[in-house]
């Protein structure tokens, strides 16, 4: 049976024999092909996405939680604690809960998904709303966790990167090979660093035979990378990504460079009319920080090399963000109690 990520792929990850393993058997998400996308531009090749949203917790933050709170209970410490725009949060606590520890996650208040904010209240977290914003809150978290004894499991902590680099050795292990192409969003840019380094330690363990140009993807409103400027007030329907000073900037910017690949922006309508195709034209709901790859797709498919393998990370579960959905979505028909009224609007 399996038994999450760490279990799977125990000899790349930092973990001794008789490590205690703290696992909700996430990973192991699939690889959906979506010809549907191709074809809206003509591409001839094959693009995937990568389902992330169907981690325990509905984002791709479990695997690298799995591995940062495994190694903080190793550790002895009894309370983790996040800065987080929501994802990192219920993740956070989620594992947490698993671990039997305490968890403290600090949230930009009013400016967190729903379904996020749900999660981490009901997994038993202490719920911090701050008057700020993410980077904010990632300040006062580094400070916090230097203070007390306290385990910090933002990004910067190198577990999580360590758990999150197997997203690449699963798309490996599914194609046989490493993809031409890997179309990522990028808010935090610990995510894109985490698959560049597990593509690095798959290729140099001789189990590929190349390595992907990475392609990032930044909401206009909270573009630092792309315009390699600190963005104060980042601002962008996309709150996964809404990150105006990304904690793993130079990684993000050494995997674009040595994969000569390329990190751009995606305005938020571009998002949402993405986020909008691959949940009504394929059947996927993600939320709107994990379209930003699939806009990206869209709007660069041109400058893809015809008959290649492209594959884009869906970070996040759509269920996330229901407030979104709903606006962006066509309206529902009020009818009153009778069958004509019905009829008169399904035909
Ligand atoms: C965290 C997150 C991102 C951004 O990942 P980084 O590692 O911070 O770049 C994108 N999408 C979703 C759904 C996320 O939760």
Known sequence: MYRGLIDRYRRFLPVADNTEIVSLHEGNTPLIPVPEIAKLKGFKGEVYVKYEGLNPTGSFKDRGMTMAVTKAKEDGMKVVMCAST????????????????????????????LGKLAQSMIYGAKVVAVDGNFDDCLTYVRELCDKHPIALVNSINPYRLQGQKTGAFEIVDDLGEAPDYLLIPVGNAGNISAYWMGFNEYYKEKLSTKLPKMW????????????????????????????????????????????????????DEEILEAYRIIAKNVGIFCEPASAASVAGFLKYAKDIEPNSKVVMILTGHGLKDPDNAIKQAPEIFHVENSLEAIEEVIL
């Open 216 to 267: 990032g993807f930044q909401a206009a409103g909270a573009a630092p990378i792309v315009e390699d400027r600190v963005f104060e007030e980042p601002e962008t329907v996309a709150t996964a990504i809404r990150i105006g000073n990304p904690a793993s900037w130079q990684k993000a910017v050494n995997a674009r460079d040595s994969s000569q690949g390329r990190i751009e922006k995606v305005t």
């Open 86 to 113: 929501g994802n990192t949060a219920a993740s956070a606590a989620a594992y947490a809960a698993r671990a039997g520890m305490k968890s403290v996650v600090l949230i930009p208040d009013g400016n967190i998904a």
